[in-house]
DNA sequence: TAAAAATACTCCATAGGTATTTTAT
DNA sequence: ATAAAATACCTATGGAGTATTTTTA
């Protein structure tokens, strides 16, 4: 029982003669007479009572013919969804960035689909590192600006630019003089953090800071960057931010750049390399590529 | 794009994987490969993100495959539908009667079909001979007794008996007396009929009673031969039924015979030449036909 | 006798199989 | 190197056409 046949069924309880449905449906009457015979005998029942002068439609019939309706409804339906989505740059795009990029990264990348691919409808996501690379594996997120490298298979990730890390000092601290700093330097502050399991602490507690004193962090943990600045403001401590988070100007803190350009982490764009929106990445790679994300 | 494709469709999406979904479907890999890449270029739409390490449903495959498994489920009910109606001694059994018949035949037919056919589900209908033949023609009565001949193509008839008309007059009317009558005995009779439009009364104006006086019967119109009797036994006037209507005994009323054998209708069964119930019908035949539809 | 469905016979498109190649980890 | 998807090539089923036969009003 195929499709075809359900249409041929359906045509010949409308027009209620073989020749006339076999015209419609541009087949021959045989194919007709020999498909239908073919379909009642693999079900086992009778969906035509017909003569020579007469065709019309069984209960049983009319019961199938419902189904039939509902089946060639659905694949119609198919089709419209595939017609609808067709054109690559026409459909939904799902972009996640780390949350400490968002808000600056955002606006920004408004603005290039609007002016690059103003069909596309477009999703922001904003989460940490771990669960983006997850999003971006499962195809919740078609791609994403995150901390290099990444570790999951059928990626695709080009490199974006290395964003320094800053420290971020009470602008009255006696760190607040220098002109750059070094790990050593803080060994002994109050190092501000965010959330345990926030991205930017991860790499800063696992990567940067592991052979200082992290004990004594542990009470001192806030959800945004923005909190984080204001602790550091009134003298609670110290923290370290993404070059991304130093504002204009700040009366109440110094930020300063640590001398090895080590510190800090590497961003890119990433996306599965199977994913139907792969043309989309890389044209938005080609357009995004030449842009200072550090403009405000 | 075939049923089948929809699911493979549906299995590679459930196992994640076209090896084990064509082990699951009982084909080769390769023609799960191929046939997918026809929908997917039918289509014009990528249904799954693949490497070869990874299967995955894109968004628009998600949306199809919602489709598809309506399509699927509709499809299991075609053939469920079939299942249940392959015999077509389960199924439901439209019997009609024209109406003076219907209440003396219906209870007898009960019987005959809880013995020989208990697996049919019977309906009884009751109309007048013309839109019983109408009913029969299109489909909603698959059977019926029915005054012979019957003007309707594709139909087989089959004679069951003769059903004379005998003349109802009160106990003390003159003709009451009479061993039988001719049609001239009644001629100045008031004449009760029923309903214009019934076929008993058709048939006794249009055919019977051409010759005699037909207009002083237009003011007596009962709707059920059970009020004419009651109005013969008031002595309203006389009437003609037919025997099926006679009772075992009448206390008020005389039931004389006409003299000519021709007064009355030949009674038989009729179907649809090509009805699925044919079998039905013939075999019903073979059991009614013995019967004797005058016993009380 | 005429009109419509059923059947006979033929052809070819395509679903499916086997074997092989490509691809990505 | 391995495992899975893609591809090449061949076979066979069955859908469709033309011509003919059967059926019934």
Redesign the interface.
């Known amino acids: ?3 075809r046949d359900l249409e041929y069924i359906l045509t010949i309880a409308e027009m209620k003669s073989f020749v006339k449905a076999a015209e419609h449906c541009n087949v021959s009457q045989s194919t007709l007479s020999i498909q239908l015979k073919k379909v009642e005998e693999y ?4 969906i035509f ?3 020579n ?2 065709v ?5 019939g009319e ?2 013919c419902t ?2 309706r ?2 060639l409804q ?2 119609q ?3 419209m ?3 609808k ?2 054109d690559p740059l026409a ?2 795009f799902y972009f996640g960035s780390y949350p400490t990029m968002g808000p600056y990264i955002f606006p920004k990348l408004i603005s290039i689909f609007f002016a690059h691919f103003p069909k596309t409808k477009v999703y922001f996501i904003e989460e940490k590192a771990e669960v983006l690379a997850d999003k971006l594996e ?2 919740i997120v078609d791609c994403a600006l995150i901390g290099l490298p990444i570790e999951k ?2 990626m695709t990730s080009v490199e974006l630019f290395w964003e320094p890390y800053y420290l971020a000092v009470p602008i009255c601290h006696p760190l607040a003089k220098k002109k750059s700093i070094v790990m050593g330097d803080i060994k002994d502050e109050t190092l501000l953090l965010l959330e345990q399991d926030h991205c930017l602490t991860d790499h800063i507690l696992s990567e940067l800071c592991t052979d200082i004193g992290v004990g004594k962090t542990d009470n001192y943990r806030a959800t945004s960057l923005e909190t984080l600045k204001n602790m550091v403001a009134i003298g609670t401590g110290v923290t370290i931010v993404p070059k991304i988070a130093l504002p204009a100007e700040d009366k109440n803190i110094a930020y300063i750049p640590f001398e090895s350009r080590e510190i800090g982490h590497s961003i890119g764009l990433s996306w ?5 929106a792969n043309d989309i990445c890389l044209a938005l790679y080609e357009v995004i590529k030449g842009i200072d994300f550090f403009s405000k």
Do not use: Y
């Open positions: 029982m195929k499709l079900l086992g029942v009778q009572e017909r003569s002068k007469n019309m439609l069984t209960r049983v019961d199938i189904c039939a509902i089946m659905e694949s339906k198919i089709k969804i595939s017609k989505n067709k459909g939904d499962e195809g298979k059928n599965r390399n199977n994913s139907p």
